[in-house]
């Protein structure tokens, strides 16, 4: 009997922070314009002396201005659909179930394409206008788990692969749509089909989107850590959970919402990248284990180390050119995702 | 067995000097009904029952299939709300609790549904603990304590560390119990608890069973198929069949071959024990 203490909580969150660390000054360092460890060192030094003045003008362009936001879109981009995938598992007992998968990913990049086409013709406030596409998109994510969970229903109970069947097929039917979409609307603001049906990392935005990113992963991270213990319960049943006392239709409803805000926030800037929410769980599990309480933070952490890996990869495979990063995530994760299938089948 | 240290033992109630006077669970009038479609005409209906159940007493609902045995577990259990009646747990109306003050009360044992993900037989007992606990925190030394001291109850302290789908149909049976335990209830209510166990399994549940209830006087109610286990170790009786509660009472007095063969459609004997227990053989089809 070795009950989880805050003390080991947080050094299993430091040794993954202190990794991510490194992966990031590695992921500055690689791409198309090679960097020297050493100049990064020296230069990360001097921003943190406050004489970024010092930095000479090209690396400093490529490193402060494109590939570090780039690597904080990855950052919190993984860490949200970890976390969601890792909800969407607990609440669906099912395993397999991740944003891509359930389809919602597709759900969001609807509603998204959606808004950025209508948004030129609301007049809306600028404030506003910059929260809108996230705001579909939670909208859209919403919709697509919603149908997909009463898919996935049969006579008042969750049939597993009724449900990832449903998914599957609903995520088919949005990314036709998307398709549908991009094709016959040719706005200037719309991306590219690789982006919103792969995902891709490149686009760069205003500072304040990336605060506004970072403050709604830390909202929605920190409700559904809230219920962590409820979601260790669940996993039991939800017949059994309501036994031991947890109110199971408000923690269904609470991280529900709550993981299709993150699925929202970053399909709406990254487009559909898959696999993530499905595979960094459940590598985190099988070295920490399945309680919520070191699973939740640990997944964001790791999601957040695999997706600036994932991106980093991206980037230099096919170096000039770029690979979307959904393109990685899903030649790793299609095959991960067959194994766990065919060893939760055996 | 050895019974458990006192210092960390199950809330033992104010009540437990007073032994079996007052009534703990009140039962009155309770009437339920099941349709796929409220337009419909329902496809099950409980017909309103009453029963009082004591501190410390063991009350066994026996019927056939599909009789409302399980419909009515629910109802106490406050999962379901009724139809008309109430419920009363020491005078407060159970389904109107919220989930967590129910879950401090009331302890259900039932089949468990298959586990997701590996869990610790610790782990697993430690679940009893979730009502007593805020939402986000980490076990105390107490509950530890307490979940040890379940274990110890059932007999599975040897059990503590292994995973909960590497242990014995009877041995995870055990451990559901010391979940239970671990609650802290005044109710224990058991759904066919005795299923898939073998004989000397049983037994020996029942027996932990009785002997937990009279020292930390649990009221228990247990949903069974087993006529002659409800016969030895029940207080009272509830023979329900299709819907309806037939009779109350102790087991002397509802065992009667008549009403059982009516309500089980099987020609059976029933002889009466020399402790004034009934005892109930089946006849073969001749």
Redesign the interface.
Known sequence: MRPLTFRKLFFQCLLLAVILFFVVILALKFGAVPVSLYALGRDLLRVLLGQSSQISSDYGLIIQNIRFPRILLAIIVGASLSVAGTSFQALLRNPLADPYVLGVSYGAAVTAVLGLVAEPHLALPPALAALFTPLCAFIGAVATITAVYFLGRRQGQIESNTLLLGGVITGYFLSAIIVFLLSTVNSSNTRGMVFWLMGNLSTSFQKSVYWFLAAGFLVATGVIYASANDLNILLSGEKEAMHLGVDVRRVRFVVYVAASLLTGLAVSVSGAIGYVGLIVPHIIRLIFGSDHRTLLPTSALGGAIAMVIADTLARIVVAPNELPVGAVTAVVGAPLFIYLLRRRLA | MSPGRSSAAPRAPLESTRVGTEVRLAVEQVSYAYSANPSQAPLFTLEATSFQARPGEIVAILGPNASGKSTLMQLI?G?LSPLSGRILLNGFVIHSL???T???R???V?Q??R?????RV???V???R??H?R?????SHT??QI??DALLHVSASHL??RLMDQISGGEKQRVILARALA?QPLLLLLDEPTLHLDIAAQVGLLDALRRLSARYRYTVIVVTHELNLAAEYADQVLLMQSGRCLRVGPPAAIYQRELLEQVFQIPLRVEMRGHGRPRVTILADS
């Open positions: 259990a999962v919220s989930p967590r129910r879950a401090q009331i302890a259900m039932q468990e549904s586990l997701l993900f590996p869990a610790w782990e697993f430690m679940q009893g979730h009502a606990g939402s986000l925190r980490f076990e509950d530890m979940v040890q503590s560390d609650q």
